[in-house]
């Protein structure tokens, strides 16, 4: 919950938010490390259990820097995959500049809503052997549009899958090059949106410091995630990538109809 400090908010932690937060991003963790993404989708569906969707942003920071960082430097792809993605993730930056007011506001719940659905119906197509593809040479105006996109979402609702996963998904990526790439997509989606929420005075210190406690359980889920992605068969990957995508756009889809 949020109490006051002089003229400063700060995010009072108590015994039962911090158990509530050592479990989510323990799974959450795990999830990430199995299937390259949904750190911040996992945990923010279930700390909004017990705190607003914005605090649940705030308490992202940490956990997501590091285990963005992890997961961007872990492959031996970096350089290329920088020279070729640069303009994306440019563009992420680009599609946060509205500011995080949108987030931290009353009017998410529809933009989440639409978030879900489209991640529902995509996961549904993966798991139909769906194939899509997008040819190298639109990269140079596809990678851009596809930032800018997902970091305006980002902003909206907290969440950096849309459209940048089925974007990254139709470029034909090797299993280790996608987890690689989501993680300098999510990373730079992470630094984004909290330099927006900065900005916009959504960040108290109180809240980056508490997101620190997350970083134990969510490296912890996270590399037990990566052994058991490394024991499992591409086909494997892809399927459990798929019902983790769906799982989330169903949560983001009925949280707020229920």
Do not use: C
């Not at 299937?35 to 920071?61: E, F, I, N, S």
Request: hydrophobic share 60%; charged share 10%.
């Amino acid at each position: 919950m949020w109490t006051a400090l002089g003229n400063a908010p700060v995010f009072d932690v108590t015994l039962p938010i911090l158990l509530a937060a050592f479990a989510a991003f323990l799974l959450a963790g795990f999830v990430k490390g199995f299937t390259g993404m949904g750190l911040p989708t996992v945990a923010t569906g279930l700390l909004t259990v017990v705190m607003a969707p914005a605090q649940a942003a705030g308490l992202l920071v940490m956990p997501n820097f590091v285990t963005n960082i992890w997961q961007a430097f872990a492959g031996g792809h970096l350089r290329a995959l920088l020279r070729r993605f640069w303009p994306m993730l440019a563009g992420i930056f680009i599609g946060t500049a509205p500011g995080a007011g949108f987030l931290t506001g009353n009017d998410a719940g529809g933009a989440a809503m639409a978030l879900g659905a489209l991640l529902v119906v995509y996961a549904l197509l993966v798991l139909l052997s769906v194939r899509f593809a997008v040819p190298r040479r639109a990269e140079w105006w596809g990678g851009p549009l596809a930032g800018a996109l997902t970091g305006f979402i980002t902003i909206l609702t907290g969440v950096f899958a849309i459209p940048l996963v089925p974007y990254l998904n139709a470029l034909s990526l090797t299993r280790e090059e996608l987890i690689q790439t989501l993680g300098l997509s999510f990373l730079t989606a992470a630094v984004a949106l909290a330099l927006a929420l900065a900005r916009d005075g959504a960040l108290p210190l109180s809240l980056v410091g508490a997101s620190g406690f997350a970083l134990a359980p969510a490296g912890l889920g996270m590399f037990a995630g990566q052994w058991a992605r490394k024991q499992a068969h591409p086909e494997v990957f892809i399927r459990v990538f798929a019902v983790v995508l769906l799982l989330i756009g169903l949560h983001l889809a009925l949280r707020h109809l229920l």
